[in-house]
Nanobody, 122 residues
């Protein structure tokens, strides 16, 4: 059974950093594109980033380019989102998601993790 478990969220001051982890089980992580999404209170869920197969295929939302970085460790069955220079507008619940397509592209239906809260505040 596919499972994604996020961790690493928390409270951080503006300008700080956090690294989110997404632990995967029940499927071959090296064959799936993995995306990060976020949802702020009262807002729609939005895409933040994605690492495809192979890992050279990456996408970032304009709002996080240059600040957030994806990485994948297939041996650890985990995907990471390094978030630097965090700002209050980055406050949201962050979700990782595995794209169901066998293409390895960041496109199409996904399976979701449960989310982890990130709060950026002084």
């Amino acid at each position: 059974q596919l499972q994604l478990v996020e961790s690493g969220g928390g409270l951080v001051q503006p300008g700080g950093s956090l690294r989110l982890s997404c632990a995967a089980s029940g499927f071959a992580l090296d064959k799936k594109a993995i995306g990060w999404f976020r949802q702020a209170p009262g807002q729609e869920r939005e895409g933040v980033s994605c690492v495809g197969v192979p890992d050279v295929h990456q996408w970032y939302a304009d709002s996080v380019k240059g600040r957030f970085t994806n990485s994948r460790d297939n041996a650890q069955k985990s995907v990471y989102l390094q978030m630097n220079s965090l700002q209050p507008e980055d406050t949201a619940v962050y979700y990782c998601a595995a794209y169901r397509s066998a293409s390895g592209y960041c496109d199409g239906p996904v399976d979701w993790g449960q989310g982890t809260q990130v709060t950026v505040s002084s």
